[in-house]
């Protein structure tokens, strides 16, 4: 538990969070999601909380309560330093709840709106908001608004860099393999960089990671792992490459042959020195939506989802419970370059007022082949800002 925490430790607890996420994504559909969207949020209820709730939002974020809106601040000011990231928060509330301002106090400036009570008009107020702050990437609030909804706490986070090389646009029709005779839209480029490269050993076995670098700080890892693999195993194992935890080996050091998965060594003649680095990327775009209480044991929700009783007495007089929590979020890797975007929302009722859906349904989705994942990060601190996972590739379209 991180008590005060310097940078590093917050943004270790903030990858922790990502990572855990990630590690329940155990199916074969594509998803993105953003922990650094998620994890700022908590830290704010965690700050307001008392009882089991405390306890569970303090494991969840990694810091201690006392100091949690603190470092909430301090992950956003993260956020905010990178010029290709910007990051949002918006409180709204019912008429009639006055917030404690010692809880105020510590969240940012001009961020506050009020909920008129009528549904139709405060949802077109929060779906603006939502669209503004990506730049129209996400154009609605993942939560609904009743008129029981007494406040609605959400983050906005969009990630925008441009490849420092871009990649040629081309089609292929791959000879072997579950995409065989397909065309496939593919990206290429060719470079004297083979250090971009690692395999890496991790508990999840051989994991290839290929750094593409964007301007703006930013840059956007591409893992591949034995095909056996689970998209949760994969990201998991990637984060702990990017973080340090997993030894790795450089690709201009990797002996000839099948180095790891997806990549070969082999030598040629160059008319010019220096080793080349010839990568081929599957065009991408993922979109996903989370239901943040379908985890609760990731993100410290059991107890707050409870409406028997409030559990923010930090926030109001009036006992609240969380009623919704949900992001959503999307991500294209093209050409030119990478874009991200994360909604994420914690919609708050009167305790005793939450009236629970009477069944729960399956999202049924295609089951891909051959996937891989991707971590978006903020080059300077090593922030997860985006991860997913890639299982099936855009066709091409001459």
Do not use: K
Request: proline share 7%; aromatic share 4%.
């Amino acid at each position: 538990m991180v008590l005060g925490g310097s940078q590093g430790e917050l943004v270790a607890a903030v990858n922790a969070l990502t990572a855990r996420w990630a590690a329940a994504c155990s199916g074969g559909s594509s998803t993105v999601l953003a922990g650094a969207g998620v994890w700022p949020l908590l830290a704010y209820l965690a700050s307001a909380a008392d009882g089991p709730g405390r306890e569970e939002l303090e494991r969840a974020v990694g810091v201690d309560a006392a100091g949690a809106a603190r470092a909430a601040g301090e992950v956003l000011a993260i956020l905010d330093g990178s010029p290709a990231v910007r990051a949002a928060l918006g409180l709204w509330t019912g008429r009639g709840l006055p917030l404690r301002p010692s809880w105020t106090a510590a969240l940012p400036e001009h961020l506050r709106g009020e909920l008129t009570g009528v549904p139709e008009d405060d949802r077109a107020a929060l779906d603006a908001w939502a669209a503004d702050r990506t730049g129209g990437l996400l154009r609605a609030l993942p939560v609904s608004v009743t008129g029981d909804t007494r406040l609605v706490l959400a983050g906005a986070l969009t990630v925008r860099t441009a490849w420092r090389h871009p990649f040629l646009d081309e089609g292929a029709e791959p000879a072997a393999g579950p995409w065989a005779g397909r065309p496939v839209a593919v990206l290429r480029r060719t470079t004297r960089t083979p250090g971009r490269v690692r395999v890496a050993g991790t508990p999840a076995g051989p994991l290839t990671a290929l750094r593409v670098e964007g301007d703006g700080e930013v840059d956007v890892h591409l893992l591949l792992g034995e095909e056996s693999r689970t998209a949760g195993e994969v990201l998991t194992a990637g984060i702990g490459v990017l973080t340090g935890r997993h030894p790795a080996v450089d690709g201009d050091a990797l002996a000839e042959g099948d180095a790891g998965p997806g990549v070969t060594v082999s030598s040629e003649r160059s008319h010019e020195p220096g080793d080349l680095l010839a990568v081929t990327v599957p065009r991408f775009t993922v979109a996903s939506s989370h239901d943040l209480t379908a985890l609760p044991e990731v993100f410290g929700l059991a107890a707050v989802t409870d409406a028997g009783r409030g559990h923010f007495p930090g926030i109001a007089d009036e006992p609240l419970a969380v009623g919704q929590a949900r992001q959503d979020a999307v991500a294209t890797f093209s050409a030119t370059g990478f874009e991200a975007a994360a909604v994420t929302a914690f919609g708050m009722v009167t305790a005793a007022a939450v009236t629970r859906p009477a069944h729960r349904v399956r999202r049924v989705e295609v089951d891909l082949t051959r996937p891989f994942g991707f971590l978006a990060a903020d080059r300077a601190s090593g922030l997860v800002l985006a991860a997913g996972w890639v299982a099936e590739p855009e066709a091409w379209n001459p």
